[in-house]
């Protein structure tokens, strides 16, 4: 399963770059800053770089949801007993629902369902689902923490307020400006995240 979770991420991240290159070939070649019409493909391939992470982050969830510790599991809700993604306490009655599976199968099957509707709003919630998972937040992936936050706000941003841009003022335009390098800077970032991910992968 570990090999199909890198291959479905590389395959995602070729859509993303593909996007860049329809940028390029659509973009003028003027200097200076691009026609929002042109850098509304690049912030498609923002929030495509976004929602490929968090499949990636899902999928390693799901991949390790046997042997998630104790502590970590006391985060995940049980099976069909919560909305809100947040663990809650249930009756005895709850566990009538899954009386003919066994203790690890509801585990497994608390963690798969925790993660289908698992999304990651803030680092924090990234670096949390990695802990669940049980490997460590490296040196190598803090350094690139403060540039996934970036990712994540201006998704945020691009999907909620259209990339709107409110602040006042004479000769400030209406959308934010958007680059490649921003694409670039998101891209290399989750990539050496991902090689961290991959040398605890092969060591545990």
Known sequence: MQ?????????NIKRVKNLVKVYDVISSSKS???KVVESDILRSAAVLLHSSFEDFLRSILIWKAGSIKKEELDKIPLKGISNSGRPSKFLLGALKDHEEITVKELIIASVIDYSKFKSFSNIGEVKQAINLCGFEITEGIEKYSSTIQK???RR????HEADRYDKPGSGNHRIRSISKKNINNWMTAIDMILRELLKQMRSS
Request: proline content about 0%; hydrophobic content about 30%.
């Open 151 to 153: 990712l994540i706000q």
């Open 156 to 159: 945020h941003k691009i999907v």
């Open 3 to 11: 090999d199909d979770i890198f291959t479905n991420y590389d395959r």
């Open 32 to 34: 200076g800053r691009k």
